[in-house]
């Protein structure tokens, strides 16, 4: 493979975003085709969270919550956050919503926007046994 054309794959990968799916290992509680990134749409980027209302995982865009820094350096900027939480969807990067596991777990997504595979909470059974795991990509 030539260097320009292992450049353009990783490229392209950077701009696919990845589809999940939700487990709790207490209840059974299932969730699939959520988002995370953003793929090739500019203006927007899914992550993973808490719809009170429903008491459903969901996605969310939280492109108005994050701002880029550097090209892989993002802010949360935490007064918009806290509007979004008022309104009942609490992102799953926000403390409370996962337990730091005492396996050391690599994350779906890195901080900031931290993603854990395991140790999540549970809308349905409000333990911390939802697990994440990436089943597709999206562009």
Known sequence: MRQSDFIKQVDQVQFMGQILQCKCDNC???????????GMTPGIFYFPALDLQSKKVIHIDINDFIEVVERRNLTITSANVNKLEGDGKIPYFVKGMFKKGLIKDIPISSSPLTLQRKN?????????KLSFAEIGLFD
């Open 120 to 128: 999540n909470y549970c809308p349905k059974c409000g333990k911390y």
């Open 28 to 38: 059974n509680y299932t969730r699939k085709d959520i988002y995370l990134g953003s």
